[in-house]
């Protein structure tokens, strides 16, 4: 979560131990990944889900790694803020823009990639690619929750939302947002 008032703390302490986490928002990214790849089990999601965050393996016995990998995650990647929900397993910040009133999630950071690397560039003029290694998670979400109206993932997201227009005289305009909604539909992931 930003704060403003303070820098940005990549720190977790654990039982006294200090940790510093890499919260790169394409390492966040590739974690999401990691942790939705059925063929690892949770012991080798655990392992590498540390030596991600951390750069380095950690010694100690599975319960101590378990412990602290789920402390960090807790702690660093889906903290929430009075403007931010926790980040879903798929890694997608849960702003309330990710939300439709149903509860129906209206983009996934995977899918919609093309679009927020287009948006980010035309409203910041940022190369997410470029960024890599460089920009925090925490920009990342805020950038990406500040977009303007006029970038196109806030357009593939107002077409997803959008009411089906209804009454008489209506049909035409209807079967164009059904066909617009139809072309950006998320796929299950």
Not at 64 to 70: D, I, P
Not at 131 to 152: E, I, P, S, V
Not at 159 to 171: F, H, N, Q, Y
């Amino acid at each position: 979560m930003l704060n403003l008032a303070y820098p940005i703390n990549d720190t977790v302490v654990i039982d006294d131990e200090r940790y510093e986490i890499n919260l790169a928002y394409d390492n966040v990214l590739r974690l999401f990944d990691m942790l939705n790849d059925d063929e690892l089990n949770d012991v080798e999601q655990i392992e590498i889900g540390i030596e991600m965050l951390l750069g380095r393996p950690l010694d100690v016995d599975l319960g101590k790694q378990e412990e602290v990998f789920f402390e960090i995650f807790k702690s660093t990647i889906s903290k929430e803020s009075e403007d931010n929900a926790a980040v879903d397993i798929d890694g997608n910040p849960m702003p309330i823009m990710n939300k439709e009133k149903d509860n129906k999630k209206v983009y996934s950071i995977k899918q919609d990639a093309e679009y927020i690397y287009a948006s980010f560039y035309q409203d910041y003029g940022i190369d997410l690619f470029e960024a890599q290694g460089k920009l925090h998670w925490y920009k990342f979400q805020a950038l990406l929750a500040g977009l303007r109206q006029d970038t196109k993932f806030k357009e593939v997201i107002e077409i997803r939302t959008m009411e089906l227009p209804s009454g008489k005289g209506a049909a035409k305009h209807r079967k164009q947002v059904e066909e617009a909604k139809k072309a950006y539909k998320l796929n299950p992931e």
